[in-house]
């Protein structure tokens, strides 16, 4: 059509006018040149003359009406004008369309010409295939028999050549036999197996068949032998085992087999394991090994272990460490164990679960059995561990310790990997457990043999010094001032003791808490397991060490007081005087602290009940009471001691006239004043009563002269003993009862006042057993005197040193033949020369 | 309530012996010996009215010296021994002038004066119960004297500490401990004349003295325990030699000795470290059970004679203990009283309850003395009284609280 349109110039000359035509017929025909109808308002115009409802009537009357004359003229030439251009318009359409029409009748009377044509050749083509059909229908008759011929003949020849394989099967065989092909062997085998089975009543056949199975038998047989002989390697075994199954061996004896092979090999690790392990050590052999050690064992130790293993503090007693030791075993025995688990594992149970033995449980069998195997040799292997274990005794170094259980917890962790649901890995993870418990218990011990050593360094230290003191009070001789000065010389180091004694038990604890700590490092694997998180850290370290110690601390305090109290008496009272400071100590704030040392550490979450801190802190109070009480006791008794012998062997009936303070006298208060400087060195001062300013020169004056005078002088009067009785009663009815030996507080000053008051009450049971002279009476005065000058100073309530004096001095008045006082005045002079 | 109130008793003089008068099953009666340098001394026998809790006194004089010991016989009421001091000179010297001037007393330190210890078993007089009864209200004024019987006297072997009557004996043996001597006399002719049948020496190093001794009641009374210093000794009366030997039973002095009366190895001890011990003299290394109630040294122990759960403790604490040793006793668990009323299943039932608070305890701590207190002694007639005398010579008598005496009974 695009041709004809090129065609017709004269239609197409002016294409702007054209579509204007076409515009207009579409408008004609009602069609909008979008397909649009036109706008409505002009359209529904009858007097539009291009609408469609033109009304000519009306138009014309419009015109009418709305024009003049000559509008009306004008309107009509328009008309005309437009009525001419539409006719013209109207003849070039039908014009267009005519020459159309002419071209297409000519070129349909030319196709019409062609297609005659076409027609005959068609005809011509078509009975020439006819003939090729023939000719071909032909051709393949004439093939038809050669062709079957040939298919017939290649079938024979397969045939032929399985029947060769066959044939030729037996030396194949007997070949790979020789060549120790195995494995080819077997899937030739197992190709012809079927067929020789299926064509068995055949002679020949049979006689291939025999031949194979008798080769078969030797190669199974071979096999077996190679299975047996304990040379081969895994690999190869695994081999062996797996064309054994293919030969339809039973499963169940060849994994017996397999298994007990296996075995073989690792008891042979076992034994190499246990012969690491020296025979139960006697303890001669022990101290023999570990005598042997310390040659042998530096250089064993030092490749596996660098710096921290020079301690001479760990000394197991076999000649490998620990770590080693777990090396080995983890290294031969475990690997092997788990490459034997795979192994098995591949060839029993994977493979058999994909072929034809799935049927036949052996799966399940097969895994009893691996299972019975491993735990039976894995609870050998423990029981080696657990002994190596046992026999590291030595608390020196423990990472090394730690280092081997983790090694040896991790490599269990493969065999838990590789036989899920066995009870090996925790078996394992027990023994971990064990061992870490067994040596938290190791801590305690070297724990507490360090404290006694430490306490017997301690005794040492003290009695070193105190032979300078005994030789400088007895140098100081009579001067009085040299009593302090040469005990103070002494003692001093009494505080740097205790204070290195503590930080010592403190530095010891840190570090076996360090040392523990290990045990729930990070990236020890065991550490995670629940055992460790919690039970651990809370019963094991917490309770079974640190608590666990210094209850031990305090018991071992205690019992310094009741073993010295009946058989003389070994404790040095500095010893006593030092644990009792410690014991204090660690009541107000060295147990919280260690305590929250570990919890902090330990991060000990308390699931159990644990000790609370302030049942130790009590349990260390009383072992610091009674340590300071039997101090006071055990320095009491000396002084006691030394007045007693002094008031039991004199004859005090016929003594001569006191010209001196006696000897004993000035050394109880020698040795009241080093105590006293002993003391003051570890515990504070404490609260005295006031008194008042001079108070050494108080004296018994009041007693001596008023009331004592009226003793002695009512004594010679019928009535007195009713008097002495009453001033006596009435005096002890104002004066508090004395409790002799009871408890002290923790002060210097209530320390002294139980010494004296023991001291002081010795001499007042001493001097009512003994019956006195004149001078004897005078002799405890001025002795009285004496005390009574220096005794004041040292105790809390100095009513409580004249009471007793009174009292001392009153009952020897009592036991008196001729109570004659002596002048106030005198024994001052006597008191104050002396 | 108020008969558990306890009665005391004021001597005008200082006194340390007292003893229950042993013979005497009916009354209740304590014998008390003074200790005075200056005066007569005086024996008290002090009688307890239970029914109206009166205490009447009747004194004797003791002329010869301070007494130490006092032992009253376990066969004849009126005899006792006793063990005073005397001061040779001193007596001398009193005769001339009792109150003397200074000028006699040079005199007195001129001589050798010698204080000497003796023994002697005396008779009281037999009318001196209604002696004071006739004049109630100065009984002290004329007070009658001891007759002395017989001197236990050896000036070969020291001074005597204690004199031990043989315990339920005839009143015809005693000991006497002199020094390091154990001396058994036979009393004759009514206790006048005494002579030593045996005697048994301490030997070893230093100078050593009997403290204090016990006789056995058991093995039909052949046997003695004796304390010296620290250690404890038994001695065989038939061998007079040695049977066991407690070293170092107390870590002080030991002061006082007594035998349970119904278990024959067991024996209590007290001394300065303020402990009393209990010994299976079958074992000697140690104790039984240990009391440290005492805050001083105990002076005194003494086993009930009827109960032996019961033990007294005096102390120069000033203090009297009694303690209820149930665990060691020859009735642990109240036996005796089971057998007797097996019959009653109710009443089992109140002994299983009464069972458990039975445990060994102090019963009561006494604080009625005022200084402290060297004797304490059970009444042979009331086995549920007891006194004791504190070295102000103040004597207190005290029962056994009746909760604890209802318990031990029923």
Known sequence: MDGEADGSVTVSEDSGRRRRVHGMLKLYYGLNEEGKTPEQPESLDPCDINGPHFDPELYLNKLRRECSLAELMDQETCMVKQIRSLDSDMQTLVYENYNKFISATDTIRKMKNDFKKMEDEMDCLSANMAAITDFSARISGTLQDQHTQITKLSGVHTLLRKLQFLFELPARLNKCLELQAYAQAVSSHRRARCVLQQYSHLPSFKGIQDDCHAIMDKLAQELRQKFRDGGSSAKDLSECVELLLQLDEPAEELCDKFLSHARSRLESDLQGLEAEIRPYPSTSALKDASARRSSSAAPVGSPTDGSPKTSSLSSPSSNTDILEF??????????????????????????????????????????????AFVDDLAARYFSLVERRIQEEKGVGDNSLLVRALDRFHRRLQAVAKLLPGSAVPNQGTEIVIRAATERVKQYLCALQSFYMDSLTDVRQALATPRLSVAGASVAGGGALLGGPASGRDAPTSLPELLSSLSASILNQIKSVLASVHLFTAKDITFSNKPYFKGEFCSQGVRESLVVSFIKFLCQSSRQFCESAGDKGGSTPPALLLLLSRLCLDYETSTISYILTLTDEQFLVQHHSPVTPVTSLCAEAREAAQKLLNHYVKVQGLIISQMLRKSVETRDWVNTIEPRNVRAVMKRVVEDTTSIDVQVGLLYEEGVRKAHSSDSSKRTFSVYSSSRQQARYAASYTPSAPMDTNLLSNIHKLFSERIDIFSSVEFNKVSVMTGIIKISLKTFLECVRLRTFGRYGLQQIQVDCHYLQMYLWRFVSDENLVHFLLDEIVGSSAHRCLDPAPMEQSVIEVICERG | MEDDAPVIYGLEFQARALTAQTAETDAIR????????????????????????????????????EIWHIGASPADKAVLTTCYNKSESYCFLLSLAPFTTSLCFSFFFSSDSRLVSCAAVWRMPSDWETGSHESPDDSAHNPQTLELLCRLDDSAHGNAACVLWEPMGDGKRVISLADNNALLWDLQESSTQATVSSTATLEGKGQLKFTAGKWSPHHNCSQLATANDTAIRGWDLRTMSQIYCIENAHGQLVRDLDFNPNRQYYLASCGDDCKVKFWDVRNVQEPIKTLEEHS??????????????????ASSDSRLILSNMVSISSEPFGHLVDDEELSEGEDNHQEDKSKEPLKDSVVSTYEEHEDSVYAAEWSSADPWLFASLSYDGRLVINRVPRALKYRILL
């Open chain 1, 326 to 371: 777990i090396d080995r075993g983890c290294n031969e025995f475990v690997s092997s164990l788990c490459l034997v688990i795979t192994s098995y594992q591949e060839l029993f149970i994977n493979h058999a679960q994909t072929g034809e033995l799935a049927s036949k449980n052996i799966p399940q069998m097969a895994n009893g059995k691996l299972h």
């Open chain 2, 30 to 65: 304590f014998l008390v010996g003074t200790q005075s340098l200056k005066f007569d001394n005086q024996i008290h026998i002090i009688d307890f009215d239970d029914e109206n809790n009166i205490i009447n006194k009747n004194v004797l004089l003791h002329q010869a010296g």
């Open chain 2, 296 to 313: 001083h040294w105990v002076w005194s122990v003494r086993y009930n004679h009827s109960h032996d759960q019961l033990v007294l403790t």
